[in-house]
């Protein structure tokens, strides 16, 4: 977690939470919300967008708070002074997912190998939807590609542009492979 650069003072408006899809999707902040307005008086509005979204609005001034999950960008905006009071709060992992029929043959690949388990699906042109957004879990799969020696792009590699639930129904339409993060 992240908080704007210093001179911003106490708000005197609700607190604006720029998060990500992953987090909003996935419940937590209906719970934590409303602890935080309970113990403090004042009100959230959270704002779920991509990591690299997210970073901006704080990084702008638009966000007072950033909950994001990309530790590599996030000591970017660290080291520039634009963000401070980086807290680790919480972590998530991520896992590879794909159509039943495995056109790839993941599914018979060492778990824990998801760079190699990438390489495959390049290698066979199985389908693949990415992010394609600059999220954390873009991100995550930028570095997935480049460990692989992969440079993804071509018919069999799609970018959504959306959200995590989004990209997920993408690729399960398509009978594609796709990154997602848990936890």
């Known amino acids: 977690m992240l908080e704007g650069a210093p001179g911003q003072g106490a708000p005197d408006r609700a607190v604006i939470l720029a ?3 992953s987090t909003q999707d996935s419940g937590l902040l209906d719970v934590l919300v409303p602890l935080f307005e309970r113990r403090t008086g004042y009100p959230v509005r959270a704002v779920a967008v991509g990591t690299g979204a997210a970073l901006r609005l704080g990084a702008d001034g638009d966000a007072d708070v950033v909950l994001v999950h ?3 960008l996030e000591r970017e905006y660290l080291s520039k002074g634009v963000l401070i009071d980086r ?5 998530n992992d991520f896992v590879l997912v794909g159509p039943p029929a495995d056109p790839a043959g993941i599914r018979r690949r060492p778990a824990g190998r998801a760079a190699g388990a990438l390489g495959q699906i390049a290698r066979t042109g199985s389908r693949f939807v ?3 957004d600059r999220s954390g879990t873009h991100l ?4 997935l590609w480049t460990a692989a020696g992969v440079v993804p ?8 542009g959306q959200g995590m639930g989004a990209t997920l129904t993408i690729a399960s339409e ?3 492979y796709t990154l997602t993060d848990r936890g």
């Open 153 to 160: 792009g071509g018919d069999w590699y799609v970018e959504s």
């Open 87 to 91: 807290r680790l709060v919480m972590h």
């Open 140 to 143: 995550k799969e930028q570095a």
């Open 19 to 21: 998060t990500t899809t």
């Open 70 to 72: 990309a530790p590599a």
């Open 174 to 176: 398509k009978r594609a």
């Open 130 to 132: 990415s992010r394609g």
